[in-house]
């Protein structure tokens, strides 16, 4: 397990209060793009943005072009057809890299897109150098599983849960006070329908490329929070076990949104994980 460090969540989750700007491409994907060398694409989860990279993007723009992208429906983004599955989620970033003109890349997901970096690591896994796959999910539970597809179909019906996921999300510490705020803002920017079309790709996607794992030749980090309900410690230890080069990281005391809450230990981790194996090239 992994304790927090010397910044705190609160203080850098201060710098993200505002919005950043974004270029979109041909097809109407939106991204923040800083710093220069081998390109890493950061991929949030459903009801975020962007910005919710802000700590990761300041941070790790000093040695790599980091490219933070809006997922279909929600920032500044082009929704996918209402039915899109994760797979769809998967060719629409892999058009996202022809239309950035990529050949080859680092990936990170959270949540959400977490399961859209392992997708796209499984299905052209050619141009994916390494991925990072942070508060994934793996194979829910019957119990888990009967609940988060509930929760997806319930949305055309109640709308976007706001307060839900900031109870499964956070805890009651102080690094977790702005973090949830900022949140709370993001879930009541997002575009119901673009949302609604996330959540129930998300909610079926556990096992989509579940059994995929052991053919990610390249560098794979799975981490989580020690008390994430939903993207269990269990769950990273599991894929780490499968992947060729998996290994698994716990941050101790904190939940969902680790990124936002721990910064310091996560930029640590992602900076640990692009350099696995730089020194024999």
Known sequence: ???????????????????????????????????????????????????????????????????????????????????????????WFGRFLDEMAIDTVNVAGHSMGALVSGGAAATFGERISRVAYLNGVYRRDPQAKAAVLARAAAIPVTGVDKEGPLARWFGDDADSVVARELTRKWLNLVDPEGYAVAYAAFAGGDETYADRWKDVAGPALFLTGSDDPNSTPLMAQQMAALAPKGWARIVEGHRHMVNLTAPDIVNSLLAEWLSFGEDER
């Open 1 to 91: 397990m992994l304790t927090a460090g010397s910044i705190s969540g609160a203080a850098a989750a201060k710098s993200v209060a505002g919005d950043l700007p974004r270029r979109k491409t041909a097809s109407g994907t939106a991204y923040h793009e800083a710093g220069s060398g081998k390109p890493l694409v950061l991929i949030h989860g459903v009801g975020m943005r962007l910005e919710a990279w802000a700590p990761q993007i300041t941070f790790l723009s000093a040695g790599h072009r980091v490219i933070a992208v809006d997922m279909p429906g929600h920032g500044e983004s082009a929704k996918l057809p209402a039915g899109s599955r994760l797979n769809e989620f998967v060719a």
